[in-house]
Structures are given as structure tokens and as C-alpha cells.
């Protein structure tokens, strides 16, 4: 079976552009997380969506992060404009609900120049 | 907001050598989840505690819920070089939605 499904894998790019993260998450889970993992702060939530609508977007750092959930099976994370700050590895996460165990994605590790 | 912390932050211990993680929170958690993550990888899920003084074994690994539901840990009994990544807990407040918090996490070093 397919597990959770990032891209890219790796990105660098100059501060001011836009960065997009892709991710797929497993078929028949209804929840996705979007975590930000870094030496100094640890792996932080960002937003999470049940049944493609946001319920908790408190931990996105500021304006410049937001997130989509267009359907079932993609979400998107953007950085607009990015700042080298934002220089991280991001995962993705799913599950079938409350209680159960979270499915990562392998990260896409984020270099902001 | 909730914290939850773990200690050590790093082991460096002998193969065969045991080793303990400690998690622990400022609130009271509804559950607990444990994650390991290898070098370069990603966290993978490794057991869900949801009982006051729940106990749970999984071969050489030892896990425990505290009867207060604000701590947690993880004994590692005989390690092997196999053991080595980040360890972390993960815990469930009793209200709100399914949001987990994410420990600081143990990095645990096994020499052959």
C-alpha cells in the first residue's frame, strides 16, 4: 500500500520566492497534519484538516504560510515570500480519525538561501 | 499552551546497555502515542497508551502510562545498533479536537 506522499523531496530556492509543498495522503484517512520539524523548536504542528476542512491553523508561524485541501487525496502548504527562517524539514501526516496512529510522509527538507 | 518534555535529550549508550526515556506534561493527556524516527527518516508510529498506569511491551520495548496521565516512558531493555533514532511521545489533551503535541524527543546513540 501507498504511504503518505510528498513532494518535492528536497528544495532550494532564494529568499522571496514562493515555495509550494504537495502532499497525498494515504486513501480513506480523513485527517491530514502539516509539521514543521527543526533543531531549535522540534516538530511543530502548523494546521491539520478533517474531511478537507481546516480545524486548527494556529501553529502556521504568519501570514506568509497558508494551506489548501482541495479535495481528499492533495493539500498544499505555500511560503510567500520565503525567508530563510522558514529553512526546515516539513512533513505531512494522515489518519482515519481521533485516537489513531499518524502516517508521515518522508518530509520534504526546505533550504531558504 | 501545553508542553511536553522529555529527558535526556541524548544517550550515548553500549550495545546491550538498557536505556530509558522519560516524557512528561504540564496538562493531563486523554492518551499517549510513541514515535521513533532514524536518522534522515520520518517519525514511524510505535504504540498508544490510553489507560492511568497502562503498561504495554512490545519485545525488548517497555512502555508505561502514568497513574496521573501526565507522564509517560519508555524502557529499552538489551539495546541493539537497531535502536538508534529520536524517540518521542506524543500527547492528547482531554479536550479539544484530535490535535497531538509532540515531545522534544530523546536521540538515543547505540556503539556496537
Known amino acids: 500500500d501507498a504511504g503518505v506522499i510528498q513532494s518535492p523531496r528536497h528544495e532550494v530556492t532564494e529568499m522571496g520566492q514562493e515555495v509550494t509543498l504537495r502532499c497525498k495522503p494515504i486513501?480513506?484517512?480523513?485527517?491530514l497534519f502539516w509539521y514543521r520539524q527543526t533543531m531549535m523548536r522540534g516538530l511543530e504542528l502548523l494546521i491539520y484538516?478533517?474531511?478537507?476542512?481546516?480545524?486548527?491553523d494556529s501553529g502556521m508561524p504568519e501570514d506568509r504560510f497558508s494551506a489548501k485541501m482541495p479535495n481528499a487525496s492533495f493539500s498544499t502548504l505555500k511560503i510567500q515570500p520565503s525567508e530563510p527562517r522558514d529553512s526546515a524539514v516539513y512533513f505531512c501526516?494522515?489518519?482515519?480519525?481521533?485516537?489513531?496512529?499518524?502516517?508521515f510522509g518522508d518530509g520534504t527538507r526546505l533550504s531558504i538561501l | 499552551g501545553q508542553q511536553v518534555m522529555q529527558i535526556p535529550q541524548y544517550q550515548h549508550v553500549q550495545e546491550g546497555e538498557d536505556f530509558t526515556t522519560y516524557c512528561n506534561s504540564s496538562?493531563?493527556?486523554?492518551?499517549i502515542q510513541w514515535y521513533k524516527q532514524r536518522p534522515g527518516g520520518h517519525p514511524v508510529f510505535l504504540i498508544q497508551?490510553?489507560?492511568?498506569?497502562e503498561v504495554k511491551k512490545q519485545k525488548r520495548l517497555t512502555f508505561q502510562f502514568g497513574e496521573a496521565k501526565k507522564n509517560s516512558s519508555l524502557h529499552i531493555t538489551a539495546t541493539q545498533t537497531t535502536d538508534v533514532g529520536t524517540y518521542f511521545c506524543?500527547?492528547?489533551?482531554?479536550?479539544?479536537?484530535?490535535?497531538?503535541?509532540f515531545g522534544t524527543g530523546t536521540r538515543l546513540l547505540v556503539s556496537p
Open positions: 497508551l490510553v489507560k492511568s498506569g
Open positions: 486513501s480513506g484517512h480523513n485527517s
Open positions: 484538516f478533517n474531511n478537507n476542512v481546516p480545524i486548527d
Open positions: 506524543a500527547g492528547r489533551r482531554n479536550t479539544g479536537f484530535q490535535k497531538l503535541v
Open positions: 496538562t493531563t493527556l486523554s492518551n
Open positions: 501526516a494522515s489518519n482515519t480519525g481521533s485516537n489513531q496512529p499518524q502516517h
